[in-house]
């Protein structure tokens, strides 16, 4: 899976020279917590978050009046607190490098480049949202976690007893177990009953995590 498939477009953007108070009314408008600012030829110069809003407004324990305040934050504009060297993902690239970037960083969104140009964003609720689809967050099913062991042949095994009980696996990821030695696997199963995978499947593995049955959302 691809950045592109997965990123937000249009992108809506913002100027330098606009008033953070403006650029704070069209976060809240468009629901979205971070603006690219681009400059008048469409050029990405920069990034304001919501958060680095929030933090350059006065502080509660301020003895300015309201109408200082207003006068002071519409002088302050977001090239004044914008985060000038962005980092950007191209359309191509796999979306868990993207998802790793962010969380090396630790920040919600990236701009999504193609031949120097922004196409789109990729943010933390995009990546959400592929998650719950690779877990079938949404689908009915029996929710299997179990623990194996880390070496060839173990999903194998446990794809074919599923089949063999006419099983239908809607989803199914893979994590680190609770050594090098081991691995989490969780399978989303449809069409077979809680009783008959969890007779199926125990003597297939180290350790039944966690079993239980789920409807639709």
């Known amino acids: 899976m691809l950045v592109e498939e997965r990123m937000s ?19 809240q408008k468009e629901n979205i917590r971070r603006l690219p600012v681009v400059d008048k030829s469409g050029s990405l110069v ?36 914008m985060t000038k060297d962005v980092i950007t993902v191209d359309a191509d690239t796999p979306l868990e ?61 446990l794809t074919k007893a599923i089949l063999d009980l006419d099983g239908n696996i809607v989803a ?7 050594d090098t030695s081991t691995g989490e696997i969780t399978i989303k199963v449809e069409g077979v009953s809680e009783e008959k995978l969890l007779e199926a499947i125990k003597p297939l593995v180290q350790k039944v995590i966690d079993i239980r049955t789920t409807k639709a959302i």
Do not use: C
């Not at 477009?9 to 976060?27: E, Q």
């Not at 958060?51 to 207003?70: D, G, K, M, V, Y």
């Open 9 to 27: 477009r249009p992108v809506i953007t913002t100027h330098a020279d606009v008033p953070i108070l403006d650029a704070y009314d069209l976060m």
């Open 46 to 81: 920069g990034m304001v978050s919501e958060r680095e809003i929030l933090q350059a407004s006065p502080s509660q324990a301020t003895s300015l009046s309201i109408w200082e305040l207003n006068y002071l934050m519409a002088k302050i504009t977001v090239d004044e607190i």
């Open 172 to 178: 199914m990821g893979t994590t680190s177990g609770e």
């Open 97 to 157: 490098e993207a998802a790793l970037l962010m969380a090396d960083h630790k920040i919600g969104g990236l701009p999504v480049m193609r031949d120097g140009k922004m196409v789109g964003i990729v943010t933390e609720t995009d990546l959400f949202k592929v998650f719950l689809e690779l877990m079938g967050a949404r689908d009915p099913g029996v929710r299997l976690a179990v623990l194996v062991r880390n070496v060839p042949g173990e999903l194998a095994q």
